[in-house]
């Protein structure tokens, strides 16, 4: 199902798990208040802080099915054992109040946007090597070890589509701001027109 985008740019944001990706939407729309965050739809339990509505819409699985069987979701996907989508609705509601629209999905979700949503600006998120990745998702203690291999697996799997996004940043530690510097200065030139960045 396709989502009708009235104005301004759908910015599509991914790379593995740990790689600070919330960390830059937060700070990229505290910016630039033109900037929002779709709220994703998902079957995992909250993490403490979570707030259905706020963080994301936390479902049932029968629910998510039955919302992905009425075609309800732009993209989605099963991810480290739970689904993972993106409401039409949402971005819909974003759009007519003419915002700049993050996307925050995986490589699954950002392919099947590929083809529902070719004006997107896709932009890859990588750290500087998978050894500062795995360090991050130690220390952010959010997963037991068996899911912190997991998300390392698929990493690398994630890592490996980072060519078929139009954009690639390197989020380094502890220079989240340069982080988001470089998606600004990526949503100028794609708002200027141009379609190269270097």
């Known amino acids: 199902m396709e989502a009708e985008i009235k104005s301004g740019l759908l ?17 990229l729309t505290s910016r630039n208040p033109n900037i929002v965050t779709a709220i994703s739809a998902t079957t995992r339990k909250p993490r403490p802080q979570e707030k259905d509505g706020v963080h994301y819409y936390f479902l049932s699985r029968e629910e998510f099915e039955r919302r992905q069987a009425e075609s309800r979701f732009l993209e989605w996907a099963e991810l480290y054992g739970d689904y993972y989508g993106t409401p039409c609705c949402e971005v819909e509601r974003l759009s007519r109040q003419g915002k700049d629209i993050i996307l925050e999905v995986d490589t699954q979700g950002a392919m099947q946007l590929k083809a529902a949503c070719p004006q997107g ?39 490996a589509q980072a060519a078929f996004y139009d954009y690639i940043v390197v989020n380094e530690h502890n220079k989240l701001k340069q982080t988001v510097e470089k998606i600004e200065a990526i949503i100028a030139r794609e708002k200027s027109g141009g379609k190269s960045f270097e």
Do not use: H, M, W
């Open 11 to 27: 910015l599509i944001l991914s790379g593995p798990s740990g790689v600070g990706k919330d960390s830059i939407c937060r700070l």
């Open 121 to 159: 600006v896709f932009i890859f998120i990588c750290p500087p090597a998978l050894a500062d990745l795995e360090q991050r998702l130690y220390y952010r203690n959010t997963e037991d070890e068996e899911n912190r291999r997991l998300r390392l697996a698929i990493a690398e799997q994630e890592l």
